[in-house]
């Protein structure tokens, strides 16, 4: 199955196509930014159809992260892929930041739990825990930079995310120190589209994943126990 891969939730803006029968990306491209993503995505998308020498028609389905992140690059990225489905009568799934940053690291079949953590302003962070193998240790949430280390206390973690720095120099000293610590602007595009095709179009539709609301005070999260992830 060819899959196109779409990301505009962070401070990219990218887009792949996958091939799941080989195992390969035929063709992709991202450009670091923070603003424009309007005006940059289309024709990137454009580029990376014909750089991998199909069309849109030939697409299996359309992978887009949903959040968290930029509430302009989500719309902006849905948007795209919503239409580029409805046109070429394809399925879209969608698929969260939090879980394509997590991904790669799960799929080494790591032995040490993966903290997600993404930027949220105003000393807070989205933030998700999954143990090596990808089940859930704190489902998705928004939480000050104190609760999240409380997570420490399931050992010591790869944190990975654009806030992986900022959560690692605020790193218990009383606790293990992280294994790794993988600061990322944004995800690996090529697990956007890994990530979507696993999932289906009925339980990871493509529409924004908020844990917030625009402008409103971030509720206050504690890591709770575990419960189940969205992709």
Not at 35 to 42: P, S
Request: net charge neutral; charged share 15%; glycine share 8%.
């Amino acid at each position: 199955m060819l899959i196109l891969a779409i990301d505009t939730a962070l401070d990219a803006c990218a887009a792949a196509v996958l091939d799941t029968e080989t195992g390969k990306l035929i063709a992709q491209e991202s450009q670091a930014m923070k603003r424009g993503h309007a005006e940059a995505l289309m024709p990137l998308i454009a580029r990376v159809i014909a750089a991998s020498g199909t069309a849109f028609t030939n697409l299996g389905r359309i992978a887009v992260t949903t959040g968290p992140g930029s509430f302009t690059g989500l719309r902006v990225g849905l948007s795209a892929a919503r239409g580029i489905a409805l046109a070429a009568n394809i399925p879209v799934v969608g698929v969260t930041t939090l879980a394509a940053y997590a991904a790669p690291i799960v799929s080494q079949n790591a032995e040490n739990p993966v903290i997600s953590a993404i930027d949220a302003r105003h000393d807070h962070i989205y933030l998700q825990v999954v143990a090596g193998n990808g089940s859930a240790l704190v489902r998705p949430c928004i939480a000050s930079i104190s609760e999240a280390l409380n997570a420490w206390r399931f050992g010591a973690p790869h944190i990975v995310g654009n806030a992986a720095s900022i959560v690692a120099e605020r790193w218990p000293s009383h606790a293990v120190a992280p294994a790794k610590v993988e600061p990322q602007a944004a995800p690996d595009i090529a697990w956007v589209g890994w990530l979507g095709a696993a999932v289906s179009p009925n339980t990871a539709p493509a529409r924004p994943f908020y844990l917030r609301a625009p402008d409103a005070k971030p509720a206050k999260e504690h890591l709770a126990g575990a419960a189940p992830v969205s992709p």
